[in-house]
């Protein structure tokens, strides 16, 4: 009798021991800290704009604390989030006019987030953490710039010699003179500055002027065409025209960053 006992101490000690850790794993699974980035949106990059693509956040990062920092494009803000009764689901609270925004943790590094609300789309937007330690530190318009446009090139310009050129995945650039960064637009008021929509780029010179082009990749990151855009009209908003080609660049390796 007294054997049965000691063995059925033993098993609830063991059981016991597997429950807890079975529920520690399912808490940590619904461990929120980090960045989370749209991955929706940038699965679609090179073939679609952010802008053609309904969306209500690019990036949704976490402190550990209960509220979440939202990156739309143009703003970012912190707004609160919490459990909302399903497993490892949490609404953010206040997320828009319609309400507050449900998500969902699918993973270690996954959200999910139904933002049909936002966007008119029956469909969940997916969010992923990197996993890249050498990335941990990117933001959006990193991610973005390396999908996009970021890489090395020889440029290439009526009368002038070709030489070397790298758009970095920061936004820096050398082998342009005089333009030292880059800028995409893909959200806010410069989506609206040409008259006929095009793909623009910001690049900022030597002395902080920043000149606007539209770009073309009738070739993919192969082949990048940039285009001037004219100066803004008085008292009028874009409507901007877009001139004949400036010059372009073609593409050789991407390194990651400079020496």
Not at 26 to 44: H, I, K, M, P, W
Not at 154 to 162: F, I, W
Request: glycine fraction near 8%.
């Amino acid at each position: 009798m007294k054997s049965c006992t000691f063995i059925f101490f033993i098993l609830s000690i063991l059981l016991g021991c597997k429950d807890a850790s079975t529920g520690g794993a399912e808490t940590q699974s619904c461990a929120l800290s980090g960045r989370y980035f749209n991955r929706t949106v940038l699965d679609n990059c090179g073939v679609k704009a952010p802008s053609d693509i309904p969306y209500y956040a690019l990036e949704l990062a976490f402190d550990g604390s209960d509220s979440v920092f939202v990156f739309n494009g143009i703003e970012k803000y912190k707004l609160p989030y919490v459990p909302s009764g399903e497993e490892c689901t949490f609404s953010i609270k206040g997320a828009t006019q319609f309400g507050d925004m449900i998500f969902q943790v699918a993973g270690d590094s996954s959200i999910q987030l139904r933002d049909s609300a936002w966007t008119s789309i029956d469909q969940v937007s997916l969010f992923e953490k990197t996993v890249n330690t050498n990335r941990t530190d990117w933001d959006f318009d990193n991610f973005y710039n390396d999908c996009v446009i970021a890489g090395s090139y020889m440029y290439h310009k009526k009368g002038a010699e070709p030489s070397q050129v790298y758009l970095l995945p920061n936004g820096q650039v050398t082998g342009i003179k005089p333009f030292l960064s880059y800028s995409l637009c893909y959200a806010g008021d410069c989506l609206e500055e040409t008259m006929d929509p095009a793909n623009l780029i910001e690049f900022t010179d030597d002395r902080g002027e920043r000149n606007l082009f539209a770009y073309k990749m009738p070739e993919g990151k192969s082949r990048i065409e940039f285009f001037p855009v004219g100066d803004p009209k008085p008292d009028i908003k874009g409507e901007r025209s877009i001139g004949p080609l400036a010059f372009e660049l073609k593409a050789q390796g991407a390194p990651e960053s400079l020496d």
